[in-house]
């Protein structure tokens, strides 16, 4: 198994029921309102995005007929690995920092 099967191959899951993409997306909401981070904040909206660009492209409202070939996912799948990475990373050390009482 490849690597990028490995990282990439659980994000399949949204071609074939875009609605799951509102799960992450409700999840970075909840983390955002915790931690107050703007990363955390876009990674919910990217989310909430996808969510709905995956649902026109499984209505085929988004594409021509041929939406088999996903070039666009070479593109999406990374930009929502690392910015959902990134953000969780941010969202749970704002989290901690605020539970010392430090500044979040």
């Avoid at 690995?81 to 605020?98: C, D, M, N, P």
Wanted: aromatic fraction near 12%; charge should be positive; hydrophobic fraction near 60%.
């Amino acid at each position: 198994m490849t690597f990028a099967a490995i990282i990439y191959g659980p994000l399949t899951v949204f071609v074939s029921q875009p609605l799951l993409a509102l799960l992450p997306a409700a999840a970075f909401a909840v983390l955002y309102r915790a931690s107050s981070r703007r990363l955390v904040g876009a990674a919910a909206v990217l989310w909430l995005l996808y969510a709905f660009y995956e649902y026109g492209m499984r209505r085929r409202w988004l594409c021509s007929g041929e939406c088999n070939i996903r070039v666009d996912l070479l593109l999406l799948y990374p930009v929502l690995w690392i910015v959902s990475l990134v953000a969780v990373i941010v969202g749970i050390i704002a989290l901690k920092r605020r539970r010392k009482g430090g500044p979040a």
